[in-house]
């Protein structure tokens, strides 16, 4: 049935090269199409311009595409119409309130194509894309992945933390098929839900290494670890890995001294001062963060990128873990009744966005923080 | 190597049209009017993106559509029901070729999973509200709102495309006119331009704008300047002067013109044009088409040339699919019918692999001429040889004042037993044929059971007479007339009639010819009348 001796699953830190390595695996072979899948945008918009960087342009045999942009265009598009063929189906929908609108719509039957996959007649929704992708595989006897199998001769996923689900019957698909699958990520760094599904609903978040494992013991594939870090220095690394003690540790290429180097907490009085002198990335859990006014870029959103230094303004939870260092407590404030994430999830979300955030740094990670820490390795900034 | 099959739905005359296309050559005969030439407008339209050399966005008008469907928009409109907007389709179903595999899908009209592309020229629904203000009063609207409309190209994936993303490129080249842009041929334009890299066409280009600069600096000009210099405040207060415009970026494909022997490529002879497009077109080495739609190519060539080109397509088929529209009973001969498709009444097409076996070998011997008779007429006669020939065309003559082909009616000579071959075709196409034969002295056996399959087929029919004595035509002819005329028109003064039909048998060409010219009032058996009442 399948050819899977090949598949590979990387399990990579942060800083590890992961993008490198997808880079240069997909460069190395110029005749086979290739595709490569990751999550968010700004994702694509690295592998693009770090292709574009080794090779000049992107070669015709490599497609770079948004992890729903494969479903709607590879997966639910091209066999639609054994499911459902009334409209073309234009695009995702994004509910702007998934909360409402789950409740709205919790007594839609899944038989009831129309309404439950869809908004408009046109529109799928986010949620049920990769369901209705195993369906039109399901309904069309296998066209779906024999489709892309004629297409595509390797598949890397980036990211590959980031999906859940349904989404997971698709890997599964992609893995037991004579596709080349190599799918790289960091169960460290899983801080978005593609869907919220019940199913795989046991592997969510840092737990997705036991799926790996699982699949590996099914042989499907070979799990590998990445733990070199050539991005941040030790110190960095080893405060990091503090989040995930049952997780192998990391070790650090960067020797560099800068004579301003590790983690340090700065107070509130000592924030402008210290952007002045050390010109530091500012990193933030969202918009509803004070940051004084100051320009500062949200945790998710900085996966893969490198800053020299940055400066993170922690949220009340994380603060805590500072002075205490005790990670059960480190919760975002009270959820909404109609939150359908459960509380220990959301807990590894938050953990998440943190260690993306204090890894992005080469040489110096400060916290604005007052008081004392218990980590001896955060130093108080002196001017 | 292309392109499969063509699916087409309410463009222009094709409302409901479908053909498979050979792989290489692909020769199409068939009545003018019969929308050959609509079909290799609508694959080109697919594979450009444009109609009339221009983007289809620009070209969308009711007269697109289909006639009939628009009658019936409109109809349905006025009687108060709301009828759904009519839809241009256009679906190109191609081979499995590698460059192909991401076209792959199932969204088609047949639900095929296969490689393809489909053109919809459709109601845009972001005018939703404005078409539903324009229908509120149904008394004024006369036409479609094509105003309201889009196309858009779309893979078998679903997948909204442009047509550079189908590694396919076609030329058209319509010989009918020759259409002219900026006083060079646009056609030719396309094919240099195309057979350029991208180093040449900047080379030429760079070339071009020097030339341009060194103009200005002629004395010649340069005195023209000063001059004018000289006159500043008189037209204006600021400096003028004259130069050649460098602004335009490759203006080289607007100035320059090509040449053959030193005549500029307009002013060549038609024929000439022709043919050298042509032979552009076809050569691998100068453009990348793949798919070369050829209209009727016969178009103001001479014999030789034409044998020349025809040589050409023969030998360049090979990398290229061809498609071809014609008249020309040359064309085919020379091409061969393995590549034919017949287009007949209905939009109904066909090729010699539709028939039956022994009927392909024969028409296939028959090089190809009588064939096309059948298929280019409006309506055929089938006679048993050239006597009868001549004399059902005299006796059409006599009653309507003129021979059958003024009225687009062919009267074919047939050898015996090839009636059900041209039958066969015609059943196929739906051609409207009809029989004029002997008896030979049992019409149950020798016509009626002999023709059992088309007795009842709409489109043919079958004429003979009853009267098993009258075996031939010439006992029949014999029969209707008195000796007298007959020994007047023949210069003969046979005894009885008896002697008259064995004469006529003896002398058959030359008895049916003194019918045919005698001025004689003559009376013809009226089952040779029938066939043309």
């Known amino acids: 049935m399948s050819s899977n001796h090949s598949n590979k699953i990387i399990v990579a830190s942060a800083g590890s090269r992961k993008t490198t390595y997808i880079v240069k695996e997909a460069l190395s072979n110029h005749t086979d ?39 709607l265009q590879e997966c639910v598009r091209p066999y639609q119409n054994f499911v459902y063929s009334d409209k073309r189906i234009e695009t995702v929908y994004f509910p702007p309130d998934i909360g409402k609108f789950k409740a709205d719509r919790r007594f839609i039957k899944k038989a009831n194509v129309k309404n439950y996959f869809l908004v408009g007649g046109k529109f799928i929704i986010n949620e049920h894309i990769s369901e209705f992708s195993c369906l039109c595989n399901d309904k069309s006897n296998g066209k779906v992945i024999g489709r892309l199998e004629e297409i595509y001769s390797k598949i890397f996923i980036d990211e590959v933390q980031d999906i859940s689900g349904y989404d997971f019957d698709i890997v599964d698909l992609l893995l037991k098929s004579k596709i080349e699958c190599y799918l790289v990520g960091d169960c460290r760094q899983a801080t978005y839900f593609t869907t919220c599904s019940p199913k795989y609903k046991k592997y969510k978040g840092k737990n997705i290494i036991n799926l790996f494992n699982d699949w590996q013991k099914k042989g499907l594939c070979s799990v ?19 989040f995930y003690p049952h997780l192998t540790k990391t070790v650090s290429f960067n020797t560099d001294n800068t004579g301003h180097d590790g983690l340090f907490i700065i107070n509130e009085n000592q924030v402008l001062n210290y952007i002045e002198k050390h010109k530091p990335t ?54 909404k009744k109609t939150q359908v994430v459960t509380e220990e999830i959301k807990d590894s979300f938050h953990l998440a966005k943190f260690y993306v955030a ?17 980590f001896d390795k955060l130093i108080q900034y002196q001017e | 190597m292309n392109i499969q099959k063509v699916l087409i739905q309410n463009f222009k005359t094709l409302q409901n049209f479908e053909i498979s296309l050979n792989k290489e050559l692909n020769i199409i005969v068939g009545d003018n009017e019969a929308g050959k030439s609509t079909l290799l407008e609508a694959i080109n339209l697919v594979l450009t993106g444009q109609l009339n050399g221009r983007n289809i966005n620009y070209e969308i008008s009711p007269f697109l559509f289909s006639k009939s469907v628009v009658d019936e928009y409109l109809t349905k409109l006025k009687t108060g029901s709301n009828p759904a907007l009519p839809t241009i389709l256009i679906e190109i179903y191609l081979h499995n070729k590698p460059e192909f595999v991401k076209l792959k899908g199932s969204n088609n009209s047949k639900n095929e999973d296969t490689y393809g592309v489909s053109l919809k020229i459709e109601f845009n629904e972001d005018y939703k509200d404005e078409y539903s203000k324009y229908i509120s009063d149904p008394t004024n609207i006369t036409t479609l709102p094509t105003e309201y409309y889009g196309a858009k190209l779309y893979d078998f994936a679903n997948k909204l495309i ?63 300047n000063s001059k004018l210099k000289s006159n500043k405040g008189e037209i204006t207060n600021k400096d003028l002067s004259v130069s050649i415009d460098i602004s335009q970026k490759s203006s080289w494909e607007n100035n320059l013109t090509s040449y053959i022997d030193d005549i500029p490529f307009q002013f060549s002879g038609k024929g000439e044009q022709n043919f050298i497009k042509m032979l552009l077109a076809l050569d691998k080495n100068i453009t990348k088409s793949d798919v070369i739609l050829i209209e009727e190519p016969e178009n103001h060539l001479s014999f030789s040339t034409m044998n020349a080109l025809i040589k050409k397509m023969a030998e360049k088929c090979k990398d290229k699919q061809i498609i071809i529209t014609t008249h020309s009973t040359f064309v085919l001969n020379k091409l061969g019918l393995d590549n034919l498709i017949l287009w007949g009444e209905d939009k109904k097409t066909m090729s010699l692999k539709d028939l039956k076996p022994d009927t392909q070998d024969y028409f296939k011997k028959l090089a190809g001429y009588d064939t096309l008779r059948l ?33 687009g009616i062919d009267t074919i000579s047939v050898k015996g037993l090839s009636f ?37 087929v709409a489109n043919i029919k079958i004429y003979y007479d009853k009267d098993d004595t009258l075996k031939t035509l010439e006992p029949q002819l014999v029969a209707c007339n008195d000796l007298a005329t007959l020994n007047k028109i023949f210069k003969t003064s046979l005894p009885d009639k008896q002697a008259i039909v064995d004469f006529m048998i003896d002398n058959k060409t030359e008895c049916a010819l003194s019918i045919f010219n005698t001025t004689e009032t003559f009376e013809f058996p009226s089952y040779v009348k029938q066939s043309f009442q």
């Open chain 2, 420 to 456: 059900k071959r041209f039958l066969e075709i015609a059943k196929l196409l739906k051609k409207e044929v009809c029989v004029v034969t002997d008896n030979d002295g049992d019409y149950k056996k020798k016509v009626e059971n002999k023709y059992i399959d088309y007795i009842g």
């Open chain 2, 375 to 407: 298929v280019l007429s409006k309506k055929s006669i089938l006679v048993e040889g050239p006597s009868d020939e001549l004399i059902v065309q005299k006796a059409y003559y006599i009653s309507k004042g003129k021979l059958p082909i003024e009225d």
């Open chain 1, 282 to 335: 500012l990193l933030r859990w969202d918009k509803t963060a004070d940051t004084f006014g100051l320009e500062a870029k949200n945790f998710g959103t900085t996966k893969g990128q490198t800053f020299e230094r940055v400066l993170i303004f922690p949220t009340e939870g994380f603060k805590k873990y500072l002075s205490d260092g005790n990670l059960t407590k480190v919760t975002k404030k009270k959820n």
């Open chain 1, 33 to 71: 199409n290739i595709l490569i899948l990751t999550y968010t945008i700004d994702n694509i918009n690295q592998i693009r311009n770090y292709i574009i960087r080794e090779n000049g342009f992107i070669p015709t045999n490599i497609t770079i595409l948004s992890w729903f942009s494969f479903l």
């Open chain 1, 224 to 242: 590998e670890e990445k733990n070199d870090c050539y991005r941040s220095n030790q110190t960095i690394c080893d405060f990091a890995d503090g």
């Open chain 1, 358 to 374: 204090t890894t992005r740094a080469k040489h110096s990670v400060a916290f604005v923080f007052e008081g004392n820490s218990i």
């Open chain 2, 162 to 224: 442009t047509p550079r993303s189908v590694e396919l490129y076609s030329t058209l080249i319509d010989t009918t006119t020759i259409k002219l842009q900026n006083g060079a041929d646009y056609y030719l334009q396309k094919i240099i331009e195309e057979s350029l890299d991208i180093k040449e066409r900047t080379g030429l280009s760079l070339a071009f704008r020097n030339l341009k600069e060194s103009f200005k600096e002629q004395d010649s000009l340069k005195a023209i």
